[in-house]
């Protein structure tokens, strides 16, 4: 997420990772290992670099040049770079909160769960669970929207190739949503889906085709314009109320694109120890974020140089990218591929949450313990349980529902990047430092890390605000 967006975080299933922050409830015991754990780990700096880009990049990267575009040529790279910044010191926070601190019994937090719980308590991992069962939710939201705005997309730019650019090519995407949403109450029966290696795989390679396309694209209208559009302020506005909340939803989008700080200590989890783990990590994770930071500043910058005052919401559905149509459609289709599975990735989770507490409540049920064979339908190796058809089916169609009401790409986008992004990467990461390190109050870095969540904190709630009200808006006008 952002996914991406947030991030686009869960996205990437780790082999060697023991849990993840949504696959245990705050309230069961704490998956730690001592340092004798027999769990041989191989991570390098590498594959970590590898891991942190492909969880970070994602259909977030879609919505940046609509993002710069509110805020304009100085606002908008900035924020970027501010939003990095952010993401960067998160990094460095959870580094320190791989391992306690304790010398007679160190334990690895293999999750951005279990060391909520183990250091800041029980409290704060039940406040905790719920930002993440709010975060797979939220993301499932935005993959819906963007999937149906992207085969709206592949639609267009073969109608207006076959039939010209004044053609009337409208296309609902309610349908879409809802054939996707089928599609996702089937795959959404596999159990454990987002373990299959090859889901990772195919969802790198998705990301990075349908990224580089966008930004090769707004290069080359660039180029053909002869021109860099766009203004230091940013798109023009007769009302300063609206432009105001224009900027808070950019914001949002930009949050939405950049954090990783869930999946964070799951990567850090497959290092191997030699040289200590967090210097491993700091490492990458300054690497990552300058190749992402780059990598947005380029997506988002050519979008906004190329189209100026009509830049899209979506980078890959602007009217100017219909030529050449089959570029358009491959990227369109790339995105559709990745979030297909990027989905049930970010929802299996919740789903075993939900079912295991479900299994230990009534032991003794069949609804819920039951698996019903249907080879007899041609279905080899696929078992039906009436709970995970009726929960799961339930599900999906609640999203897709929201998804209908809701089908506003950058709006949704800027709520969803707001909701959970200070909890999760500023609030818990500098309260789990501040008490790992047991910093004492009144103390310098004590009254640094305290200003810097509290402007944090007020950055993002203009952004929610300006998010949900324009979601409002979308909706009713």
């Known amino acids: 997420m952002g996914f991406d967006e947030e991030v686009d975080s869960v996205k990437m299933p780790l082999k060697h990772t023991r849990s993840s922050p949504s696959s245990s409830s705050p309230s069961s015991t704490p998956p730690t290992e001592t340092m004798k754990d027999p769990l041989k780990r191989t991570g390098n700096e590498w594959t970590a670099l590898a891991h942190i880009i492909t969880a970070v990049i994602g259909s977030g990267v879609l919505s940046l040049a609509w993002s710069i575009a509110q805020l ?31 010398p007679e019994c160190t334990i690895r937090h293999g999750s951005y769960l279990d060391a909520v719980r183990s250091i800041l308590g029980k409290k704060s991992a039940w406040f905790c669970g719920i930002i993440v069962q709010i975060n797979f939710i939220k993301v499932a939201i935005v993959y819906t929207i963007t999937t149906a705005s992207s085969i709206g ?178 990227a369109n289709a790339c995105v559709v591929v990745h979030l297909v599975g990027a989905y049930q990735v970010f929802s299996q989770p919740l789903f075993e949450n939900f079912e295991s507490w479900l299994g230990r409540k009534f032991p003794e049920s069949d609804i819920v313990h039951k698996d019903y064979d249907l080879k007899r339908l041609l279905l080899p190796g696929f078992r039906l349980n009436l709970l995970r058809l009726v929960f799961r089916t ?41 008490k790992q390190k047991r910093i004492e109050s009144w103390t310098t870095i004590k009254i640094v890390l305290r200003t810097y969540t509290y402007i944090c904190l007020v950055v993002i709630v203009f952004a929610f605000v300006g998010s949900v009200r324009g979601l409002i808006v979308a909706r009713f006008s």
């Open 394 to 434: 339930a599900y999906v169609a609640t999203v897709t529902g929201i998804a209908v009401l809701f089908p506003y790409f950058n709006q949704v986008v800027g709520f969803s990047g707001a909701i959970t992004f200070w909890p999760v990467v500023v609030y818990f990461p500098v309260e789990m430092y501040l």
């Open 153 to 330: 997309a592949i639609l267009k730019s073969n109608c207006y190739h076959y039939e010209g650019h004044d053609a009337a090519c409208s296309y609902s995407t309610t349908i879409h949503m809802v054939i996707f949403g089928a599609v996702q109450v089937l795959v959404s029966q596999v159990r454990d889906f987002q373990n299959t290696k090859w889901l990772s795989v195919v969802a790198a390679i998705m990301s990075f085709t349908y990224s580089f396309i966008g930004a090769g694209l707004g290069l080359a209208k660039v180029i053909e314009n002869r021109e860099i559009k766009g203004s230091i302020t940013g798109l023009p506005s007769d009302n300063a109320v609206e432009k105001v909340w224009s900027v808070a939803q950019a914001l949002g989008d930009i949050a939405f694109a950049f954090p990783f700080s869930l999946v964070f200590l799951n990567i850090q989890d497959t290092l191997k120890e030699t040289p200590p783990e967090k210097v491993t990590m700091k490492k990458a994770s300054t690497i990552a974020v300058c190749i992402t930071t780059l990598f947005y500043l380029c997506c988002g910058g050519f979008g906004y140089a190329a189209f100026g005052t009509n830049t899209p919401g979506n980078l890959l559905t602007g009217f100017g990218f219909f030529e050449p149509y089959w570029l358009v459609d491959i």
């Open 72 to 102: 304009g040529w100085i606002a908008g790279p900035f924020s970027v770079l501010c939003f990095a910044s952010v993401t960067l010191i998160s990094a460095f926070l959870l580094c320190n909160c791989y391992k306690s601190t304790d």
